[in-house]
């Protein structure tokens, strides 16, 4: 099995994924801020950016623009996924297998966890065979870990997002991403509970710079190995120079203020 620190997708045993799916989860609407991204060709560019460890997109944007970017781009593919058009108890569509990613040149797979879902039984099944379908292709696995569902009122609660965080380890995931829980301490508990899998920050809706990157840089201090981001990035003009400045919380462990002096 592949060390997390030995995957191309880790950079000094860090990781930043940018997140490119939202086409399918929330529709167009994410691209109207900066109505460019609506191009996957203008965030598949952003992506070549040192800072970034891999691209995660769906098998579409994957087959259209991957072989234009294989020398510059870390594919994740994002196996499953389901569009805000769903109205039904939270659930995940497969939408291409372990097998087909690897064919299409993927350094990493992920897939959404809805656990406390009505839907979890056949989601968990439906993760250990794009798991156990990963090893043999020495392809690193990356679980949002995204409780929800009619049991849970709040899925950004310290002991939910800790659940989260060892869902993954016991599923077999390297990487779990979920939702920042509030505070320092609530993370680190979140990273404690995931022992080897490693935790990395889920973005969010768009924040101001030094907001952004503080939260980012208190996951960081709390033992979180990254990020995964989408909006916070490409949802701003200068996506770049932002990078700029993740470059610098993450991987160089700045200050906030050194890191805003980037951008
Ligand atoms: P953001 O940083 O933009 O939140 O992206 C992370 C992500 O997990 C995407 O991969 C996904 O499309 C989106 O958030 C799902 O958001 P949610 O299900 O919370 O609406």
Do not use: C
Not at 177 to 194: I, L
């Amino acid at each position: 099995m592949l060390s997390f620190e030995d995957s191309p997708i880790a950079r000094d045993g860090k990781v930043l994924i940018l997140a490119y799916d939202h086409g399918l989860e929330h529709g167009p609407v994410d691209f109207e801020d900066v109505p460019e991204t609506m191009d996957p060709e203008t965030v598949w560019d952003v992506a070549t950016h040192d800072a970034v460890s891999s691209l995660a997109v769906q098998k579409g944007v994957a087959e259209a623009y991957y072989p234009s970017y294989e020398d510059d781009v870390n594919l994740l593919a994002k196996l499953n996924g389901t569009s805000n058009l769903w109205m039904g108890e939270p659930d995940s569509s497969v939408n291409w297998s372990v097998d087909y990613a690897a064919e299409v040149g993927a350094d990493a797979i992920g897939f959404t966890m809805y656990g406390g879902s009505n839907n979890e039984i056949e989601m968990a099944e439906e993760f250990r065979k794009a798991q156990e379908a990963a090893r043999e292709h020495d392809l690193p696995v990356v679980m949002w870990s995204y409780p929800r569902g009619q049991g849970l009122k709040n899925d950004k609660k310290p002991g939910t997002i800790a659940y989260a965080a060892r869902q993954a380890l016991e599923l077999g995931a390297d990487i779990a991403k979920v939702k920042y829980p509030g505070n320092p301490d609530s993370m680190s508990h979140a990273v404690n509970a995931a022992g080897p899998t490693k935790v990395v920050m889920s973005g969010g809706s768009k924040t101001s710079d030094r907001e952004f990157l503080s939260t980012v840089k208190d996951a960081i201090d709390a033992g979180a190995a990254g990020l995964a981001v989408g909006r916070n990035v490409w949802q701003r003009e200068n996506a770049a120079g932002f990078l700029d400045g993740l470059e610098a919380v993450i991987y160089e462990e700045t200050t906030v203020d050194e890191a805003l002096s980037r951008i």
